[in-house]
């Protein structure tokens, strides 16, 4: 492989350049993007180089319209080539994939996807129905034709995570998929593409998010009561912020038992509209972990 990556805008020049890593067999590392390239995709390159060694790290850079619902912003997504070829540059990326709609959807949408089950209708499936049905059925066309043994993802788009991973275990799919820690500006705005659709005042009021988050992650240690309390204290004093869900869940997206036992880890989602940019965030919790401390302290 070359020291810049090789832009592959086909599936035959895909199969062709990833070729003598396979004969060789070297590992190969994907990491799937819709393009717009930031920090966050940049620390998901670094992962998928630590993972997979001197075999080649592919990203994929398509913007999948079959996750796009009505009055969605498929047609305003940023699509920004250049820059992100300059991203994977830096990285070292081997391979950049960035196929036309038709090379990935031949003959028009499939007429074969992926059903994503049960945990699709919850947070952000209750607000974006048939969003999860296009990222697992295009996530499963990037994993045919790559053929990854690790593919990386970030854990911003939680929920996208565990339905990829479990997309990937029952299907049998044979690829690693690994969650990356979500890269935060300074202030602690999640990183994401959308965020270049806020201006100034509306970024300030976006901070909002992960503020109600670290909140949470703080009182959640007294409960989960103060640690939603904490939360949503956070999101009312931001008035430009739109709340659509503020939701506290097992790790694996499953409801908390009641009553929650001290100790618990527990995941702390929340989606919400600032101006017309829907933005989403999570951490993660451990639920009554002072009084957890506490009991332990009594037992010695």
Do not use: W
Request: charged share 25%; glycine share 8%.
């Amino acid at each position: 492989m070359s020291d810049r990556p090789v832009l592959a805008p086909t599936r035959e020049e895909l199969s062709t350049l990833l070729a003598d890593a396979r004969r060789a067999g070297r590992p190969v590392g994907l990491v799937p993007t819709m393009g717009a390239l930031h920090e966050g995709h940049a620390a998901l390159m670094r992962e998928a180089r630590a993972r997979v060694g001197d075999g080649p790290v592919v990203v994929s850079v398509f913007v999948n319209p079959l996750q796009f619902g009505a009055g969605e912003d498929l047609d305003r997504y940023p699509r920004t080539l250049d820059a992100d070829l300059e991203v994977c540059a830096r990285e070292g990326v081997d391979v950049v994939f960035a196929p036309s709609v038709d090379e990935v959807y031949p003959g028009g949408d499939p007429q074969v996807t992926v059903e994503p089950g049960p945990l699709a209708s919850v947070l952000e499936g209750r607000s974006r129905p048939g969003h999860f049905r296009g990222v697992l059925t295009v996530v499963a066309k990037l994993f045919g034709l790559v053929r990854p043994d690790v593919a990386v993802f970030g854990q911003k788009d939680y929920q996208q995570l565990a339905l990829i991973r479990r997309m990937a275990a029952d299907l049998c799919l044979a690829v690693d998929v690994v969650g990356a820690e979500t890269v935060r500006e300074a202030g602690g705005l999640a990183l994401s593409s959308r965020n270049r659709y806020l201006d100034e005042e509306q970024r300030t009021e976006a901070l909002a998010l992960s503020r109600a988050l670290y909140a949470a992650q703080e009182a959640a240690a007294y409960g989960l009561a103060p640690a939603l309390d904490a939360a949503r204290a956070e999101l009312r004093a931001a008035k430009a912020v739109d709340l659509d869900y503020l939701e506290v869940t097992t790790p694996d997206l499953e409801p908390l038992p009641d009553p929650v036992p001290p100790g618990t880890e527990a995941r702390v989602l929340v989606a919400a509209r600032v101006g017309s940019t829907r933005l989403i965030d999570n951490m993660a919790l451990r639920i009554g972990a002072a009084t957890d401390d506490r009991d332990q302290q009594g037992e010695r």
